[in-house]
């Protein structure tokens, strides 16, 4: 049933945008793609007819589904054929939108064949790609999983624009694979969008205050604030304002649209905890470079007490124990308690007992979130500051619902 549905879908799809011919920005990368999206979006909305992928709507049904303006109808029959009926109904008349922003993610080798057979971009933003990208247990290896997502890149047109982070060597690459217009970001000093300066701020009642940075793009420099939090925020920022110059917006415009974005759920999310903590819920998902970029916030943030609470990291395959055994390693040099929760995290804990915590003391091991969740309210003390990361199949909000005011 679902083969026959994700071929309906397709099929829908490519009748709709031939019907309707919106501009297409689609986003990969194996950090960063859902937020900048959301910021591509924030940057937009004002401006133009534009609609985006649902929370991560990312796969051979997701990218559809945007396309066709219908949500997911899930295991209910019924309810996919009302939805398909209500595509029928849009293909006669709707106010279709002029510009989609799409999510394009890959899980395996063709998965970007199939979605561009579907919807080919206009604009192509790459965010991050890690050593070990997440996702990347049936790849043969990070090389591959590069190839894969470059697919993204080459389907541009010569007329179109391409965008790159080029702090990543894996991403800046991508520039000679493709012969449309590239635009690109970072900290680095050849990006053409150069991140300057950032500033991180918690005020002092201990609730989240903003990010501030400068952003310049020939020769223009223009503050930017967020209400979001950590670099990968910035990056999401960043490759909004280069889609906004790609449409003909200026800096400052797109700066003020930019305050309006939101961090998407469990997304280094700034939570008000028990006894006065503070909650960084970061646990949508994780792969050792978004786990390396949350390790950065907790290390950056000050706090009477780092508390850092760790799931298994998913999908990652043969890279999985030495992944894990390097969060330990960094997490043991500035972090006060470390928990960790399911069998890949054990690794953690074991780089930790190696660099002086002890179990029962400052390390403490839980096979999954509803133990945790049972036992969490125990270990929090005032001003806390706690960290929550790990793989979606984890479940930690389980955990972090128990320590919520």
Same mark, same amino acid.
């Given at each position: 049933?679902?083969?026959?549905?994700?071929?309906?879908?397709?099929?829908?799809?490519?009748? +709709?945008?031939?019907?309707?011919?919106?501009?297409?920005?689609?986003?990969?990368?194996?950090?960063?793609?859902?937020?900048?999206?959301?910021?591509?979006?924030?940057?937009?909305?004002?401006?133009?007819?534009?609609?985006?992928?649902?929370?991560?709507?990312?796969?051979?049904?997701?990218?559809?589904?945007?396309?066709?303006?219908?949500?997911?109808?899930?295991?209910?029959?019924?309810?996919?054929?009302?939805?398909?009926?209500?595509?029928?109904?849009?293909?006669?008349?709707?106010?279709?939108?002029?510009?989609?922003?799409?999510?394009?993610?890959?899980?395996?080798?063709?998965?970007?064949?199939?979605?561009?057979?579907?919807?080919?971009?206009?604009?192509?933003?790459?965010?991050?790609?890690?050593?070990?990208?997440?996702?990347?247990?049936?790849?043969?290896?990070?090389?591959?999983?590069?190839?894969?997502?470059?697919?993204?890149?080459?389907?541009?047109?010569?007329?179109?624009?391409?965008?790159?982070?080029?702090?990543?060597?894996?991403?800046?690459?991508?520039?000679?694979?493709?012969? /449309?217009?590239?635009?690109?970001?970072?900290?680095?000093?050849?990006?053409?969008?150069?991140?300057?300066?950032?500033?991180?701020?918690?005020?002092?009642?201990?609730?989240?205050?903003?990010?501030?940075?400068?952003?310049?793009?020939?020769?223009?420099?223009?503050?930017?604030?967020?209400?979001?939090?950590?670099?990968?925020?910035?990056?999401?920022?960043?490759?909004?304002?280069?889609?906004?110059?790609?449409?003909? +917006?200026?800096?400052?415009?797109?700066?003020?649209?930019?305050?309006?974005?939101?961090?998407?759920?469990?997304? +280094?999310?700034?939570?008000?905890?028990?006894?006065?903590?503070?909650?960084?819920?970061?646990?949508?998902?994780?792969?050792?470079?978004?786990?390396?970029? /949350?390790?950065?916030?907790?290390?950056?943030?000050?706090?009477?007490?780092?508390?850092?609470?760790?799931?298994? +990291?998913?999908?990652?395959?043969?890279?999985?124990?030495?992944?894990?055994?390097?969060?330990?390693?960094?997490?043991?040099?500035?972090?006060?308690?470390?928990?960790?929760?399911?069998?890949?995290?054990?690794?953690?804990?074991?780089?930790?007992?190696?660099?002086?915590?002890?179990?029962?003391?400052?390390?403490?091991?839980?096979?999954?979130?509803?133990?945790?969740?049972?036992?969490?309210?125990?270990?929090?003390?005032?001003?806390?500051?706690?960290?929550?990361?790990?793989?979606?199949?984890?479940?930690?909000?389980?955990?972090?619902?128990?320590?919520?005011?």
């Amino acid at each position: 049933m679902r083969k026959i549905l994700q071929k309906i879908l397709k099929i829908a799809a490519k009748l +709709m945008l031939l019907r309707y011919k919106p501009k297409i920005i689609a986003v990969t990368g194996s950090v960063g793609k859902t937020s900048a999206k959301d910021a591509i979006y924030a940057v937009l909305e004002n401006d133009f007819n534009v609609r985006k992928s649902e929370k991560s709507f990312n796969n051979e049904i997701g990218v559809p589904l945007t396309i066709l303006g219908i949500g997911s109808a899930g295991k209910n029959v019924f309810l996919w054929i009302w939805n398909l009926l209500k595509v029928i109904s849009y293909f006669i008349w709707t106010k279709y939108p002029k510009i989609l922003v799409l999510e394009f993610g890959v899980d395996k080798p063709g998965d970007m064949d199939y979605l561009l057979e579907i919807a080919k971009p206009d604009i192509a933003v790459v965010t991050a790609i890690g050593d070990i990208p997440a996702h990347i247990e049936k790849f043969s290896g990070s090389a591959e999983v590069v190839k894969e997502k470059s697919k993204l890149v080459k389907a541009v047109s010569k007329d179109g624009i391409v965008i790159l982070n080029c702090d990543y060597d894996s991403v800046a690459s991508m520039e000679h694979r493709t012969r /449309a217009r590239v635009l690109t970001y970072g900290f680095l000093s050849e990006a053409k969008l150069k991140i300057h300066k950032s500033d991180t701020g918690i005020q002092e009642s201990g609730i989240f205050l903003s990010s501030s940075f400068k952003v310049e793009y020939e020769g223009s420099v223009v503050p930017v604030r967020l209400n979001a939090f950590g670099v990968p925020s910035i990056y999401a920022a960043v490759a909004a304002c280069a889609v906004g110059i790609a449409l003909d +917006m200026n800096l400052v415009e797109i700066s003020q649209a930019l305050l309006k974005n939101k961090t998407p759920k469990s997304r +280094m999310n700034i939570l008000e905890g028990i006894h006065h903590s503070v909650i960084l819920d970061d646990s949508y998902n994780a792969s050792p470079e978004s786990m390396k970029e /949350a390790l950065n916030s907790l290390k950056n943030i000050k706090a009477k007490r780092k508390v850092a609470v760790f799931g298994s +990291m998913l999908e990652i395959g043969r890279y999985s124990e030495d992944s894990h055994r390097d969060v330990g390693k960094v997490a043991s040099a500035f972090c006060d308690l470390i928990i960790t929760v399911g069998d890949k995290a054990i690794f953690i804990a074991d780089e930790a007992l190696k660099n002086g915590f002890k179990k029962g003391e400052n390390l403490f091991v839980f096979e999954n979130s509803d133990e945790l969740a049972k036992k969490i309210k125990n270990f929090i003390k005032e001003d806390d500051l706690i960290l929550f990361k790990g793989s979606r199949g984890v479940k930690l909000e389980t955990a972090i619902k128990e320590v919520l005011t």
